[in-house]
């Protein structure tokens, strides 16, 4: 089992930047494929992000790509999302979760592949 804790949200302007970080404490960090999501009230949960075990490969949900990176330090057992040019639809409380289903790209979106979630941090972008 892991226990993630995510921090780093905020209140930022529209076009500013955020970096979230994930903790990770419980089984061996690097055999988990790590993934971000977010919900914005009202709405459903959204992916955003994937990161596979060794941290060589990444995938994004199209509205982040060239300006949220997502990132791992498997000896600090930590999972980042770096997030620039932030739009007020970014809006939204932001999760990390851990998966061992596998790296598919079929399953990475897929909220219900990851066995592990963290309580989330909200992301805010005014206008």
């Known amino acids: 089992q892991v226990q993630l804790v995510e921090s780093g949200g905020g209140l930022v302007q529209a076009g500013g930047s955020l970096r979230l970080s994930c903790a990770a404490s419980g089984r061996t960090f690097s055999s988990y494929v790590m993934g971000w999501f977010r919900q914005a009230p009202g709405k459903e949960r959204e992916f955003v992000a994937a990161i596979n075990r060794s941290g060589v490969m990444t995938y994004y949900v199209d509205s982040v790509k060239g300006r949220f990176t997502i990132s791992r330090d498997n000896a600090k057992n930590t999972v980042y999302l770096q997030m620039n040019s932030l739009k007020p639809e970014d809006t939204a409380v932001y999760y990390c979760?851990?998966?061992?289903?596998?790296?598919?790209?079929?399953?990475?979106?897929?909220?219900?592949?990851?066995?592990?979630w963290g309580q989330g941090t909200q992301v805010t972008v005014s206008s």
């Open positions: 979760a851990a998966q061992t289903t596998g790296w598919a790209l079929s399953n990475l979106s897929r909220g219900r592949e990851y066995h592990y």
